[in-house]
């Protein structure tokens, strides 16, 4: 009853809010980053942050199917909108990247050719930006059955942004390691266990 009640009370709010909650962070770490509230380095912690909010959208993302089947909470009609989020934060990421960290278009090309992080999360984006492009409506009518499996790309594609994280971060430090283990376990939710298991 209190599930029902929840999803009653999640049906009645507007997907902008979530658009507009979810783009918050983005301006408060602008902020942060031109009064000096990020630190030494506030190009670094930019990045970091806007990549941070990347990965959380991506995970959230994820975790709507699995909610939905497992719990009964039911986000699907903000999933379109978690995505779009997550792919708004990885161009702000990539663009504080290009802007600001390297500024030398020269310079853009060798840093993803020579720095595997920066070649893995190069992938990662490549893989996200079809997905984007064919959110609308439109697309999805136009695409058909073939748009679902388009958007199985998002799979490589989190698992390369998770990657990146624990590539950029020199060492094995946890939080990087969080990313990706909650990554892996929400992937391996969506693998076809029990069909194996009955043709075993």
């Known amino acids: 009853m209190a599930l029902d009640r929840l999803n009653s009370g999640l049906r009645r ?4 809010a979530v658009y507009l909650a979810g783009a918050l962070p983005a301006p408060l770490l602008l902020y942060q980053g031109a009064t000096g509230g990020l630190g030494v380095e506030p190009i670094k912690a930019l990045e970091h942050g806007l990549g ?3 990965l959380r959208f991506l995970i959230a993302g994820l975790v709507v199917t699995p909610l939905r089947r497992r719990v009964g909470l039911n986000l699907m009609r903000f999933r379109r909108a978690l995505g779009l ?3 708004f934060y990885v161009c702000l990421h990539l663009l504080a ?3 600001l960290d390297v500024r030398i278009p020269a310079q ?14 190069m992938a ?11 959110s609308n409506a439109l697309a ?3 695409l058909g059955a073939r748009w679902r499996r388009l958007h199985r790309l998002v799979y490589p594609a989190v698992l390369l942004g998770a990657v990146h994280f624990v590539m950029l971060r020199k060492g094995l430090q946890l939080e990087p390691l969080i990313y990706l283990t909650v990554m892996l ?11 194996w298991l009955q043709t075993a």
């Not at 709010?13 to 902008?16: K, L, N, S, T």
């Not at 990662?124 to 064919?134: C, V």
């Open 52 to 54: 941070d909010w990347a």
């Open 124 to 134: 990662g984006f490549l893989l996200l930006l079809p997905l984007a492009l064919t």
């Open 185 to 195: 376990a929400l992937l391996a939710l969506r693998l076809p266990v029990r069909r």
């Open 97 to 99: 990247w290009l802007g």
């Open 140 to 142: 999805v009518r136009r």
């Open 108 to 121: 853009i090309w060798a840093d993803i050719v020579k720095r595997p992080y920066i070649t893995v999360g």
């Open 85 to 87: 989020l997550a792919f």
């Open 13 to 16: 709010v507007p997907v902008w």
